[in-house]
């Protein structure tokens, strides 16, 4: 019914994602950078903005109203400019630097660092009126605009409660001097313009998780969709199945053909099984031909009984042989005289003469 109706079901793989991204396609929130670099601005005039309101009004009483008036010279001119430049370049750079680096890092933080050259290319779908027009009154424009008369109605209560709070203060202004007037204006301004800020960022942080929540719901796939990922990424899932069938079958037969050669089957007595052969014209000492554990040691076992390959119990040297023994190598010193004490007993079972062992096994 998924696949029918093209119901997105399945999440993105990382491929469909590294290609979004690679378009310009990520989640990200045009309110959060703004509302951080506000936040940030009316932090610092908030907190540290003092020193300038200390450092500036001297400098414009005396440029204003002092030397710089009766300055004729060239060189009082130039010197009253230079001493203009710096304090304003003292009071204004760094606020200026903190609001650049803080609105990179609030892009970076959110998409980290891209390049889509791509956006650089001319789209005229772009300036298609009626594109324009349906983007215009789509259901996201629609939410945007609703969104935006929320933030309005969060900013209006904020300022108004935060002007009702300080109602008293406002009615002993008229007791006060004018330098007492314009400090108190000026850090109230600055005050209700940091709570707004801070109720902005909130809701600029909800807009961002919205955003990716969007975004991701944007970029599942269908089942028809997964398919074709799945067959360009790692082809076919059906020829994929029959090589995977291929290959067990193929070892499978691997298994009988070593098991059906070997001298003895070694087993723990069920969980694991170790088929071993010695040649005495051809090896220098037993080879382990096949081994196995659980399903594939049934298997071994089975193929064993089949064509009465003798099935002898050591769990010990089972154990060790498995372990430390890879399919075609030969038997370790250490496990040397407990396999040719199995072999001389399948030997004996079987009324044949046991080869001579090399002298090593000693």
Do not use: C
């Amino acid at each position: 019914m998924a696949d029918q109706f093209g119901e997105k079901i399945h999440d993105a793989t990382e491929h469909r994602l590294s290609e979004a991204r690679k378009k310009g396609n990520v989640a990200k929130s045009q309110d959060l950078g703004s509302a951080l670099l506000l936040v940030i601005a009316t932090s610092i005039l908030l907190f540290a903005g003092e020193y300038a309101f200390n450092e500036l009004p001297p400098y414009f009483v005396e440029h204003l109203g002092g030397d710089a008036w009766v300055a004729t010279t060239k060189d009082d001119v130039l010197n009253h400019w230079a001493r203009m430049q710096w304090v304003l370049a003292w009071t204004t750079i760094p606020l200026f630097t903190l609001l650049v680096v803080a609105a990179i890092i609030s892009q970076v933080a959110q998409t980290g660092p891209m390049f889509v050259p791509d956006k650089l290319n001319p789209d005229l779908e772009r300036i298609n009126p009626l594109k324009g027009l349906g983007r215009l009154f789509s259901t996201q424009s629609l939410a945007r605009v609703g969104f935006g008369v929320f933030k309005i109605l969060v900013v209006v209560v904020v300022a108004g409660v935060s002007l009702w709070s300080q109602a008293e203060d406002f009615l002993g202004m008229v007791s006060w001097s004018v330098g007492q007037i314009t400090a108190f204006t000026l850090q109230t301004v600055l005050w209700i313009s940091f709570q707004v800020a801070i109720a902005l960022l909130i809701l600029a942080l909800l807009d961002y998780a919205y955003q990716i929540w969007s975004w991701s719901e944007g970029l599942k796939m269908t089942e028809q969709e997964f398919r074709e990922e799945m067959k360009q990424l790692v082809g076919d899932p059906q020829i994929l199945r029959r090589r995977k069938q291929v290959q067990m079958q193929m070892a499978r037969s691997r298994v009988a053909s070593a098991v059906t050669n070997a001298d003895a089957v070694i087993t723990n007595p069920t969980e694991l099984a170790v088929a071993i052969k010695y040649d005495p014209t051809k090896m220098q000492a037993p080879v382990v031909i096949a081994k196995g554990a659980g399903t594939m040691a049934q298997r071994i076992r089975r193929i064993a009984l089949e064509h009465h390959i003798p099935i002898i119990e050591r769990k010990e040297l089972a154990q060790a042989l498995y372990r430390d023994v890879d399919i075609n190598q030969e038997v370790p010193m250490d496990q040397y005289n407990a396999v040719a004490e199995v072999l001389r007993y399948v030997y004996q079972l079987q009324g044949k003469t046991l080869p001579s062992l090399p002298q090593k096994a000693a």
